[in-house]
């Protein structure tokens, strides 16, 4: 990760790293839920593209180090409730990224899904 992201989040930005993301996608799908893994792959790989705007790219680091943290508002361990301010952030960063979620990205996503957690699982995810 660039070190000028680092700047704009520090609080959260400093927990973003690509090895703590996939950790924290592969160890997350029965508690949080398929349809957060699917938001923040999207927003990973649209962190990817060479034409995302150096802004959007922070919101997504700051967004998905919140996700990979594990000082959250609501603890991921609470039953139901514990990946809600979580999904908040993932939420908020892929609206502000909206705009460059294609139908490419949601299909790397669905891909990667399928790849890590067996063929067939995002099916139904749009």
Known sequence: ???????????????YSEDSFWEKIKGVLKSAGLEIIYKALQLYYVMQLPDCPIHIKAAIVAALGYFISPLDIIPDVIPVV?????????????????SYVTEEIKQMARDTIDRIFGRGTSDGLD
């Not at 000028?4 to 930005?13: L, M, Q, S």
């Not at 514990?82 to 909206?98: E, H, I, K, P």
């Open 82 to 98: 514990g990946f809600s301010d979580d999904l908040l952030a993932v939420g908020w960063a892929l609206m502000t990224a909206q």
């Open 1 to 15: 990760m660039p070190e000028n992201f680092k700047e704009v989040d520090p609080k959260y930005a400093k927990d």
